[in-house]
C-alpha cells in the first residue's frame, strides 16, 4: 500500500530559526501533496497544495513567505517554516497518494 | 463551497457495543468521494473506509459501516463490537471526484468504556 514518511517526527527550535519538515512518497509517485496543521483536539486545517515542479497553492489566510512549500521531485516535498514564532507551535502533517491518500506521521513543532 | 459538518464533538460506547458517529456535507458536486479517518492518540491518521457518491451500496470494512444517504447528504460511520483500540478521533471527509484537497469535519472523539 502507499506509505507516506514524514520527518522529523518532533522538532524544537528556538524563535526567530528556520525549520523544514521533509514528506516522501515511498512506494509510488506523488504529483500533489498536501500540508495541513493541526491543534490540540481540533481538525485538520489545510495550508498548502503542493504540486511538484511548480509554485504550491495555499489556502487563504496562509503566509506564503513563512511557510515555504517546494516540490522538487514526485517523492518530496518539503515545508520550511521561516523565522518561526511560538504562535508557529502546531502539528504539521502531510498526505498524498490516490482514493483516500495516505497521510504522514506528523510533525510536532515547538517553537521556544 | 464544499462544508462538512460532525456535530457529534464526543460519543462514549460500551465495549462490545455499536455506535454511530454522524456527518452531514454540503455540496453542488454529484460526483465524490466520502471518508472517514480515525486519529488514535499517536495522531496518525488512518483511513477506515470510503464510499464513492456514485454507488448507491454502503461501504462495509469488516467491523465499520456507512449509511450514506446522497439526496440527504449524511454519511454516518457504524462500529459493530466496539473495540478498546477503536478509541480515536474520528473525521469525516470530503473530496471532489477530480481529485484535490480533503475537506474535513470538525471530529468526533471515541471513548469505548470497558
Known amino acids: 500500500g502507499a506509505v507516506v514518511s514524514q520527518h522529523p517526527s518532533r522538532v524544537i527550535c528556538k524563535s526567530g530559526t528556520s525549520v523544514k519538515i521533509e514528506c516522501r512518497s515511498l512506494d509510488f509517485q506523488a504529483t500533489t501533496m498536501f500540508w495541513y496543521r493541526q491543534f490540540p483536539k481540533q481538525s485538520l486545517m489545510l495550508m498548502a497544495t503542493?504540486?511538484?515542479?511548480?509554485?504550491?497553492?495555499?489556502e487563504q489566510g496562509v503566509e506564503k513567505d513563512k511557510f515555504l512549500i517546494n516540490h522538487a521531485s514526485l517523492t518530496l516535498s518539503t515545508l520550511t517554516v521561516t523565522s518561526a514564532h511560538p504562535e508557529d507551535s502546531s502539528f504539521y502533517i502531510c498526505?498524498?497518494?490516490?482514493?483516500?491518500?495516505?497521510f504522514g506521521s506528523g510533525t510536532r513543532l515547538t517553537v521556544v | 463551497a464544499q462544508t462538512v459538518t460532525q456535530s457529534q464533538p464526543e460519543m462514549s460506547v460500551q465495549e462490545a457495543e455499536t455506535v454511530t458517529l454522524s456527518c452531514t456535507y454540503d455540496t453542488s458536486e454529484s460526483d465524490y468521494y466520502l471518508f472517514w479517518y480515525k486519529q488514535p492518540p499517536s495522531r496518525q491518521m488512518i483511513l477506515v473506509i470510503r464510499q464513492e457518491a456514485y454507488k448507491q451500496q454502503n461501504a462495509t470494512e469488516n467491523r465499520f459501516s456507512v449509511n450514506f444517504q446522497k439526496a440527504a447528504k449524511s454519511f454516518s460511520l457504524k462500529i459493530s463490537d466496539s473495540q478498546l483500540g477503536d478509541a480515536a478521533m474520528y473525521f469525516c471527509?470530503?473530496?471532489?471526484?477530480?481529485?484535490?484537497?480533503?475537506?474535513f469535519g470538525q471530529g468526533t472523539e471515541l471513548s469505548v468504556k470497558p
Open positions: 498526505s498524498a497518494g490516490q482514493g483516500g491518500y495516505t
Open positions: 471527509a470530503y473530496r471532489k471526484n477530480q481529485g484535490g484537497k480533503l475537506i
Open positions: 503542493s504540486n511538484e515542479g511548480s509554485k504550491a497553492t495555499y
